[in-house]
């Protein structure tokens, strides 16, 4: 099982960016998809959500209307696009899949938002 994100990097407050993660080694279809993020010397924290068929999506509220998730089935990858970025969104993105008793994590991907 692999989950790995890419797409993180530097970024101006107000730019964007959109990460990838790809996915293996399980049913891609039939999991939940979830970004996550954590801030140095802060928790962890949800960002956004989609179901399996990607009819429900969610969002913290620090971040709607300026990210998106989505997710493409058949090509076993979830996106997040992220615009209208600020200083506080700088952390490690992480993306998650779960189903039943199955979590599974990727390794992360650094974004950082500065000028």
């Known amino acids: 099982v692999q989950l790995v994100e890419s797409g993180g990097g530097l970024v101006q407050p107000g730019g964007s960016l959109r990460l990838s993660c790809a996915a293996s080694g399980f049913t891609f279809s039939s999991y939940v998809l979830s970004w996550y993020r954590q801030a140095p010397g802060k928790e962890r924290e949800f960002v956004a959500y989609?179901?399996?068929?990607?009819?429900?999506?969610n969002y913290a509220d620090s971040v709607k209307g300026r990210f998106t998730i989505s997710r493409v089935n058949a090509k076993n990858t979830v996106y997040l696009q992220m615009n209208s970025l600020k200083p506080e969104d700088t952390a490690v993105y992480y993306c998650?899949?779960?189903?039943?008793?199955?979590?599974?994590w990727g390794q992360g991907t650094q974004v950082t938002v500065s000028s």
């Open positions: 989609i179901s399996s068929a990607g009819g429900n999506i």
């Open positions: 998650n899949a779960k189903r039943r008793l199955y979590d599974y």
